[in-house]
T-cell receptor, first 119, second 112 residues
Framework: GAVVSQHPSWVICKSGTSVKIECRSL??????MFWYRQFPKQSLMLMAT?????????EQGVEKDKFLINHASLTLSTLTVTSAHPEDSSFYIC???????????????FGAGSRLTVL | AQTVTQSQPEMSVQEAETVTLSCTYD???????LFWYKQPPSRQMILVIR??????QNATENRFSVNFQKAAKSFSLKISDSQLGDAAMYFC?????????FGAGTRLTVKP
């Protein structure tokens, strides 16, 4: 089945530094990937839709200059948290769908998530 | 705007019994999909079951089934013969061409 790999799974950084999180579709191509943020004991909040070869579409209230998204290939999207601050500490999850799959074209496969702690 | 509501923050079920998790949604779109995802302590989101809105027949997947009431915008999940491994957070999700929304989640506890 479709697999999405997310790296790193856990990262600690100092305030003011930037952190990059990668999301890879391992056995399928994804023209669209999605990035979410999840606070402890809360639901997933869609941050942005990452589009291969074009600009990401950000949800209302999400700072595009803070959360840079690059979807340079059909199997890789990256989320860069720029000038991170403690309030950016959270669990970030990506997802993608195998649009070529007849049975799974409308199913999202999720990465395992990345826990960011900003000191 | 599309919203997904899960009115049960927590539910508990005895092992081998049946439990139903509730979900309602609000939308003016006609073409959409509904999902139930499970998030165990590992936090990996796992697809449990999906339903295409244009299909009248309720989806089933082994011990998991849904009661999809399109007119009422209701999409409940029934877990039969509950197992200890079913314990997790369950999220109801709505997806269309333009939107992706999750409910607040229901924490399911399975008692041995």
């Amino acid at each position: 089945g479709a697999v999405v790999s997310q790296h790193p799974s856990w990262v600690i950084c100092k305030s003011g530094t930037s952190v990059k999180i990668e999301c890879r579709s391992l056995d399928f191509q994804a023209t669209t990937m999605f990035w979410y943020r999840q606070f402890p004991k809360q639901s997933l909040m869609l941050m942005a839709t990452s589009n291969e070869g074009s600009k990401a579409t950000y949800e209302q209230g999400v700072e595009k200059d803070k959360f840079l998204i690059n979807h340079a290939s059909l199997t890789l999207s990256t989320l860069t948290v720029t000038s991170a601050h403690p309030e950016d500490s959270s669990f970030y999850i990506c997802s993608a769908r195998d649009q070529m799959s007849r049975s799974g074209a409308n199913v999202l496969t999720f990465g395992a998530g990345s826990r960011l702690t900003v000191l | 705007a599309q919203t997904v509501t899960q009115s049960q923050p927590e539910m508990s079920v005895q092992e081998a019994e049946t439990v139903t998790l509730s979900c309602t949604y609000d939308t003016s779109e006609s073409d959409y999909y509904l999902f139930w995802y499970k998030q165990p302590p590992s936090r990996q989101m796992i697809l449990v079951i999906r339903q295409e809105a244009y299909k009248q027949q309720n989806a089933t997947e082994n011990r998991f089934s849904v009661n999809f009431q399109k007119a009422a915008k209701s999409f409940s999940l029934k877990i039969s013969d509950s197992q200890l491994g079913d314990a997790a957070m369950y999220f109801c999700a709505y997806r269309s061409a333009l939107n992706m929304r999750f409910g607040a989640g229901t924490r399911l506890t399975v008692k041995p």
